[in-house]
């Protein structure tokens, strides 16, 4: 069980974890619209996550020295020129079998830069309240639907969850953020106001697309076991893993 527990860790750490879950995110929308996963589409979408938090790690070592500081085994590693060959896989795959989607699998890349950027008038995306949630999520969720076939009830309803996905981590993070000036939403609401938000965007995600039932359930689940404090390995395993259990919900439900 030690080793076990040892060796997702490592997978967490070194964003493989997050970059295998991306990939049932385009799967599950397939899934969803009826349509038979393009497998190709679906790896490049789990390289891009890989390479973008992969990335993300270089640049929150002060809140992860709070939040999580075993990550701090890895600002020492090569992680650059590894998350720039991954992401260079993912454009050559998709130019390979779907050229015409190439510009929506830069839109995360180009999220993840601009929210750290200083941007005139406004300064850094990063400093402003829940600006990580909405920027994440809708570049997420334009890429995974512009990759599958574009509908806008197939947008929101992937928007949303990712938010609610990010919101969860938040909570978290509340002591690294709080520390660092970050004000996402469980900072400045509290835990409980903050719940309430998520449930409330569960119930219209559910609104939005009825076929995604699975995922609004499973989400409710994790908002409810999320309400208090857990190990933050289940995070990962349950949050980041949201949409690969969705995919088999969906597949067992139907």
Same mark, same amino acid.
């Given at each position: 069980?030690?080793?076990?527990?040892?060796?997702?860790?490592?997978?967490?750490?070194?964003?493989?974890?997050?970059?295998?879950?991306?990939?049932?995110?385009? &799967?599950?929308?397939?899934?969803?619209?009826?349509? !038979?996963?393009?497998?190709?589409?679906?790896?490049?979408?789990?390289?891009?996550?890989?390479?973008? &938090?992969?990335?993300?790690?270089?640049?929150?070592?002060?809140?992860?020295?709070?939040?999580? =500081?075993?990550?701090?085994?890895?600002?020492?590693?090569?992680?650059?020129?590894?998350?720039?060959?991954?992401?260079?896989?993912?454009?050559?795959?998709?130019?390979?079998?779907? =050229?015409?989607?190439? =510009?929506?699998?830069?839109?995360?890349?180009?999220?993840?830069?601009?929210?750290?950027?200083?941007? =005139?008038?406004?300064?850094?995306?990063?400093?402003?309240?829940?600006?990580?949630?909405?920027?994440?999520?809708?570049?997420?969720?334009?890429?995974?639907? /512009?990759?599958?076939?574009?509908?806008?009830?197939?947008?929101?309803?992937?928007?949303?969850?990712?938010?609610? +996905?990010?919101?969860?981590?938040?909570?978290?993070?509340?002591?690294?953020?709080?520390?660092? @000036?970050?004000?996402?939403?469980?900072? !400045?609401?509290?835990?409980?106001?903050?719940?309430?938000?998520?449930?409330?965007?569960?119930?219209?995600?559910?609104?939005?697309?009825?076929?995604?039932?699975?995922?609004?359930?499973?989400?409710?689940?994790?908002?409810?076991?999320?309400?208090?404090?857990?190990?933050?390995? !289940?995070?990962?395993?349950?949050? +980041? @893993?949201?949409?690969?259990?969705?995919?088999?919900?969906?597949?067992?439900? /139907?």
């Amino acid at each position: 069980m030690h080793i076990s527990r040892n060796i997702f860790q490592l997978l967490s750490l070194s964003s493989v974890w997050i970059g295998f879950s991306s990939f049932f995110r385009p &799967y599950l929308l397939f899934m969803l619209t009826g349509t !038979m996963p393009d497998l190709r589409l679906c790896l490049a979408v789990g390289l891009v996550a890989f390479s973008i &938090y992969s990335l993300d790690k270089l640049s929150s070592s002060r809140e992860d020295a709070i939040n999580t =500081p075993e990550r701090a085994i890895l600002h020492d590693k090569p992680i650059l020129p590894v998350a720039i060959l991954a992401y260079a896989l993912a454009i050559l795959l998709i130019f390979l079998t779907s =050229p015409e989607a190439l =510009p929506y699998i830069f839109l995360p890349g180009l999220a993840g830069a601009t929210y750290v950027a200083r941007l =005139p008038w406004i300064g850094r995306p990063k400093d402003l309240p829940a600006m990580k949630n909405i920027i994440v999520g809708m570049a997420s969720a334009a890429c995974y639907v /512009g990759l599958v076939g574009w509908s806008w009830p197939l947008f929101a309803f992937a928007f949303l969850i990712i938010f609610i +996905d990010t919101v969860l981590f938040d909570i978290r993070d509340v002591a690294g953020d709080r520390e660092n @000036g970050v004000r996402t939403l469980p900072v !400045m609401l509290g835990m409980g106001p903050t719940l309430a938000i998520l449930a409330g965007l569960n119930v219209a995600a559910l609104a939005i697309l009825p076929a995604g039932w699975q995922m609004v359930a499973w989400g409710y689940g994790l908002i409810w076991y999320f309400k208090e404090k857990r190990d933050p390995l !289940m995070l990962d395993l349950l949050v +980041d @893993g949201w949409w690969q259990w969705g995919a088999v919900f969906v597949r067992l439900l /139907g």
